[in-house]
């Protein structure tokens, strides 16, 4: 019966990225079938999380974070837990070998979340590592599936792609960010103030996490490949809008990608993919 309550588990965190994200819910669909479920499980893990800093405005945040992390420790030391996500998470951690060091990290930035709304160039770095470069490196593990060289390979372009993801969403998300929890992640940035010259300034640095990224998407196994080509490619198409958007766009409103458009992207990037043009 196990078995079962594992694949309840797993089918819980696929129903999460669906839910939550479409773009991702795509590139997983297009991975081999035995790299889906450790990706939702991982998927699933940080989407939690990060729904407890960022949408618990009536529940005490502190202590609900504190007793996730807790709990997330507690199943993978036991291998089990009545909890759908840590579940599969934990499952996925021991599979792959998961370095606990990422997972700490991971909730050391959700944690900051907590504490900071302006960030300086050194607690920017932290955060980045920890709330997206490190997802990249969960992800990488799956993706090696024990291949510790080739792992090691990769990391780096792995880092890169977390990265870029993770300041186009603080672009992308600039307006709710500041106006639903007084954030604002780019260091020195007034929001009330974003200027077109600010823009461009944070644009180039993620155009060199995309030109990095790249490198390593064209070397990774086939099986994942073309599902991290495809958020790569969605991504890259919604910074293109970004960057053709002058800085008051981005203030005011949440530029996003047309479901129709992420259709088009899906099927010409598994036709590129099939003629090896990647």
Do not use: W
């Amino acid at each position: 019966m196990m078995e079962l309550y594992n694949k309840v588990c797993i089918e819980c965190s696929q129903h999460i990225t669906r839910r939550y994200s479409t773009s991702f819910s795509m590139g997983i669909r297009v991975f081999d079938p035995h790299l889906r479920g450790p990706i939702c499980a991982i998927y699933g893990f940080v989407r939690f999380a990060d729904e407890i800093v960022d949408t618990f405005h009536q529940y005490p945040k502190e202590g609900l974070l504190r007793r996730f992390r807790d709990d997330t420790y507690r199943a993978i030391e036991e291998r089990v837990s009545l909890n759908p996500v840590l579940q599969a998470f934990q499952q996925t951690v021991h599979q792959y070998q998961i370095d606990s060091a990422l997972i700490d990290a991971f909730l050391d930035s959700m944690e900051m979340d907590l504490y900071y709304n302006r960030y300086h160039d050194g607690l920017y770095q932290q955060y980045i590592y920890g709330s997206a470069e490190v997802v990249g490196l969960m992800c990488l593990r799956v993706f090696c599936e024990g291949d510790e060289a080739l792992y090691q390979h990769l990391k780096a372009p792995a880092r890169s792609l977390g990265s870029a993801f993770q300041k186009i969403n603080f672009l992308r998300d600039m307006k709710s960010d500041f106006d639903e929890r007084g954030r604002v992640y780019f260091p020195g940035i007034d929001f009330t103030r974003f200027t077109n010259a600010d823009k461009l300034a944070i644009e180039a640095d993620i155009k060199k996490d995309f030109d990095e990224a790249y490198k390593g998407i064209v070397q990774l196994p086939k099986g994942a490949r073309l599902g991290v080509y495809l958020a790569y490619i969605y991504y890259l198409n919604l910074f293109q809008k970004i960057r053709n958007a002058p800085a008051s766009r981005v203030t005011e409103k949440r530029i996003r990608v047309p479901n129709s458009r992420k259709l088009y992207l899906l099927f010409s990037s598994a036709l590129r993919n099939s003629l090896n043009l990647l």
